[in-house]
């Protein structure tokens, strides 16, 4: 028999897993993009660009119900066709070469982080894209409430716009509101509260998501588009409150952020597999 007060032997501590890392906020996962972004060249760069312009104004235009084709973006965004062929695109190219003059505007404008938001750069993106309006201080607001129209909230009544948009703007520069709201928060209420004063005539949706994508890239983020997927949704939002907006806001700002890093992972797959081939003697 043992004796019972023979030494036990010491049970192992379990040993416990660190924690798991923590997931980076949206600001750092931006940071970190650039950054590779960066690193990959300036080839890359350019190929990246033009595969986001496309895409962004694929799918802004189809939250419009316009949808071009890949043949329509390839051909006006490359460089090499200034002149189209093929004159029956001409058109359809002009629109989608003066929807990358605005992004190329906003992009400029993001850079000016000191720069007041003001009316004038309202009126500026949406001349961009009609530049038959004439310049800021010719182009009007819309004088009537449209019968057939494709967003089907309430509209502000016209002689209510001037009013409506100034305190749109005073509300974005107001050092208050910049300090009780995130980056994404007012950028997301901007844009809904001017979708639903609905200013111009035309295209009221591209100026208020591409003034809400300058306030985004402002404040480091990177553009948040809408898919067209997201089209009845994104109209639902806008009868609904800007919480709502707010979340399909951030969802497309994942969705875009996943899709650079898919890009940039298969990109450094691929040149990882070349340099394994090339050190085998393939190729």
Same mark, same amino acid.
Request: with cysteine.
């Given at each position: 028999?043992?004796?019972?007060?023979?030494?036990k032997? +010491?049970?192992?501590?379990?040993?416990? +897993?660190? =924690? &798991?890392?923590? &997931?980076?906020?949206?600001?750092?996962?931006?940071?970190?993009?650039?950054?590779?972004?960066?690193?990959?060249?300036? @080839?890359?760069?350019? %190929?990246?660009?033009?595969?986001?312009?496309?895409?962004?104004? %694929?799918?802004?235009?189809?939250? #419009? *119900?316009?949808?071009? !084709? +890949? /043949?329509?973006?390839? !051909?006006?965004?490359? &460089?090499?066709?200034?002149?189209?062929?093929?004159?029956?695109? /001409? =058109?359809?190219?002009?629109?989608?070469?003066?929807?990358?003059?605005?992004?190329?505007?906003?992009?400029? /404008?993001?850079?000016?982080?000191?720069?007041?938001?003001?009316?004038?750069t309202?009126?500026?993106?949406?001349?961009?894209?009609?530049?038959?309006? *004439?310049?800021?201080?010719?182009?009007?607001?819309?004088?009537?409430i +449209? /019968? $057939?129209r494709?967003?089907?909230?309430?509209?502000?009544?016209?002689?209510?716009? !001037?009013?409506?948009?100034?305190?749109?703007?005073?509300?974005?520069?107001?050092? @208050? !509101?910049?300090?009780?709201?995130?980056?994404?928060?007012l950028?997301?209420?901007?844009?809904?509260?001017?979708?639903?004063?609905f200013?111009?005539? $035309?295209?009221? *949706?591209?100026?208020?998501?591409?003034?809400m994508?300058?306030?985004?890239?402002?404040?480091g983020? =990177?553009?948040?588009?809408? $898919?067209?997927?997201?089209?009845?949704?994104?109209? #639902?939002?806008?009868?609904?409150?800007?919480?709502?907006?707010?979340?399909?806001?951030?969802?497309?700002? @994942?969705?875009?952020?996943?899709?650079?890093?898919?890009?940039?992972?298969?990109?450094?797959?691929?040149?990882? #597999?070349?340099?394994?081939?090339?050190?085998?003697? @393939? *190729?």
């Open positions: 028999m043992r004796a019972k007060n023979a030494a032997t +010491p049970k192992k501590k379990a040993s416990v +897993p660190p =924690p &798991p890392p923590k &997931p980076l906020t949206l600001e750092e996962r931006t940071a970190l993009l650039e950054k590779r972004l960066l690193d990959t060249g300036a @080839e890359f760069q350019a %190929y990246y660009r033009d595969n986001l312009d496309m895409s962004w104004i %694929y799918h802004d235009s189809a939250l #419009e *119900g316009v949808v071009y !084709t +890949p /043949q329509e973006l390839r !051909t006006a965004i490359d &460089p090499a066709s200034a002149v189209v062929s093929d004159a029956s695109m /001409q =058109p359809v190219c002009e629109e989608i070469r003066r929807h990358r003059e605005a992004l190329d505007f906003i992009r400029e /404008q993001a850079l000016k982080r000191r720069q007041a938001i003001t009316i004038d309202v009126k500026k993106i949406y001349v961009i894209l009609h530049p038959e309006e *004439g310049d800021i201080k010719t182009v009007r607001y819309r004088k009537d +449209p /019968q $057939h494709l967003y089907f909230h309430e509209y502000a009544a016209p002689d209510k716009i !001037t009013y409506k948009v100034r305190q749109i703007v005073d509300w974005i520069n107001d050092p @208050e !509101t910049k300090r009780t709201r995130s980056t994404v928060r950028a997301a209420r901007a844009h809904y509260d001017l979708l639903r004063v200013p111009f005539q $035309h295209d009221s *949706g591209k100026v208020a998501r591409l003034l994508n300058l306030l985004l890239l402002r404040g983020f =990177p553009p948040a588009i809408v $898919h067209s997927t997201e089209r009845q949704r994104y109209y #639902e939002a806008l009868k609904g409150s800007s919480a709502t907006m707010s979340v399909i806001v951030q969802e497309a700002i @994942e969705n875009n952020l996943a899709s650079i890093e898919k890009m940039l992972d298969t990109r450094d797959a691929n040149r990882e #597999e070349d340099r394994l081939g090339a050190s085998r003697g @393939e *190729g």
